[in-house]
Structure formats: C-alpha cells, structure tokens
C-alpha cells in the first residue's frame, strides 16, 4: 500500500485571477495608476487656481496704485493705500452703469427663469403633437451663435422703437437665454417622480397649482443652477447691449450696461488713462456676481451632481 501522493504548496502567485500576487502585479500597477492620476489632476486644479486668483490678484492691486505705478511695475506693492479709484471710477460712470445692468437685470433673469421652467416642464410631462420638434427647436437655438443675428436683430428692435431702451434690451435677453434654459430644466421636470403629479390631479389640483406648488419645489436644484448661469452670462453680456444701447438722435439719456461702460471708460481718457479707476470699476462688477455665487454654491454644486447623474 503507498502512500498518498502530496501536492506541492500553492502559492498566492499560481492562483490566477488573485491581484497583488507578486511585486509587478496587477494591484501595484492599478495603485501606481491612481497615484499618477491624482497627481495629474490635483497639478492641473493647481495651475487652474493659480491662472484665476493671480489676474484677480493683480486687478485688486492695481485699485491702489497710482496709473504710474501700473504701468511701470505691475507687480509691485502701492505705496499708499487709498480708495481715490474707487471714487473717481463711480464718478466716471460706473454707478450708471451698475444701475443700468441691475435694472435690466432685475426683470430679464426672472421673466427667463419663469417662461423656461413653463415651457421645459409641458415638453417634458406632457405628450402633445410638435413636442420633440419644438424641444429640438430649443436645442438648435442654443447652437445659433448670436453674432449671426445682429443686423436682423438690430432692424427688428429699431422698427419697434426700442433701441437704447430697457424694455427692448430686457426682451432680447429672455429670448437669448430661452434655449439653455429649457435644455437644462428638460432633464430635471423629466425625472421627476410622475407619482406625486398623479396623487395632485387625483386630489383635484389644477395644472397651474401642481406647477408652481409641487413641481417647481421639486426642480429647485436645477432652477437655482441654471439661474446662477443666467445672472452670469447676462450680467457680463457685451455684444447686445452695445449694438442695441447705443444713443440715438435728440438727445436720449445713456443707458450703456456695465460691461459696455467699462470698455468706454477706457476709451475716454485716450493717451491719458486712468487705469486704476478701470481697475476699480472691473472690482466693483465683480463684487455682486460673487456674492450670489458664494451664496448658492452649494446649491449650483447640487444642481450640477442631479444634472449628471440624470
């Protein structure tokens, strides 16, 4: 009788499909991987910092400095730090058009927000004939690039009678803004859960009530997300408002917006310029745009992570 024949040991590198077997196996290599993706991204939100704070650095120095000081040395400390710019760039110009944008602004970035939550949510919980046409309607005219519709743009305000006027800037910012607006809040009313719609129109609410009062709340994320884009892009718009503000004959009131008066208040002084006050007025319009950014970051950081994972 023999005896029983033995097996030689397994070790952890013959069983296959096992990771980090050996020195140079898959787990070492996967970790390496990581590491070297880590580095890569953290160096490049690094040099994305840097190229955002240093101009933005450079900007609040200059508010300081006398227009020598900035021109020979752009880097260096002011010698003295007084708020002279600050004063002589509001009385340039830059309070008119801080108004003039807020004005604008005050009824243009609602009345968007309120047609495009309307018109995103029919297209999207409600089937009708010509849904999917005007909803690409929408999407191709947010591929239309504005700079091809000046001219007609141009004619169309001026045979209405408003050119250099609130009311005309207010409604071609809503139509400029419709199309993303509607792309965006799309997704979000189409995934809201058709349960609680139902439950609503079950317990008699009419269609206005079950917008306003349970599907809006729902989509507040993207509503807030999609209204942070909004504020900025109208709040730094530059080719509308100088093709459409421009003062015509008789005598009309300036009502050029923020963007458009900064560039003006660097054309005034020709050769002698006064660039700590542009400085001060650049300072100045970025202050409300970070403030309602830093209010709602949290909530513009929400909208996008529902936006993606939709």
Do not use: C
Request: glycine share 10%; proline share 5%.
């Amino acid at each position: 009788m023999t005896a029983p024949a033995t097996q030689p040991p397994v070790t952890k590198a013959a069983v296959p499909g096992q990771r980090g077997g050996g020195r140079g196996g898959p787990g070492r290599r996967d970790g390496m991987e990581g590491k070297t993706l880590n580095a890569f991204s953290h160096g490049f939100l690094v040099l994305w910092a840097i190229m955002i704070v240093l101009p933005l650095f450079w900007i609040l120095l200059g508010n300081f400095k006398t227009d020598s000081q900035i021109k020979s040395s752009a880097w260096t400390w002011p010698t003295e730090w007084t708020f002279d710019a600050f004063q002589r760039g509001w009385e340039k110009g830059v309070g008119d058009y801080l108004l003039n944008t807020l004005i604008v602004m005050i009824f243009s970035v609602p009345l968007t927000m309120l047609l495009g939550a309307m018109a995103a949510y029919v297209l999207a919980r409600y089937e009708f004939f010509g849904n999917r046409f005007l909803y690409y309607f929408f999407v191709a005219g947010s591929m239309f690039p504005v700079f091809l519709a000046l001219v007609p743009l141009y004619f169309m305000v001026d045979r209405l009678g408003m050119l250099n006027t609130y009311q005309g800037l207010i409604l071609v910012y809503v139509a400029y803004s419709l199309p993303f607006t509607v792309f965006y809040l799309y997704s979000f009313f189409r995934t809201l859960p058709t349960a609680v719609h139902e439950a609503a129109v079950i317990d008699g609410a009419s269609h206005t009530r079950v917008f306003f009062q349970i599907m809006v709340p729902m989509a507040k994320p993207g509503l807030i997300s999609v209204g942070i884009f909004n504020v900025l892009g109208q709040w730094n718009q530059y080719i509308l408002p100088l093709t459409l503000m421009q003062k015509q004959s008789g005598g009309d009131e300036d009502r050029s917006m923020l963007a458009q008066g900064l560039v003006s208040l660097m054309n005034q002084g020709n050769y002698e310029t006064d660039l700590p006050a542009l400085y001060a007025g650049m300072t100045i319009s970025m202050i409300p745009v970070f403030v309602v950014y830093a209010s709602f970051q949290r909530q513009v950081q929400s909208g996008l992570t529902v936006a993606t994972l939709k």
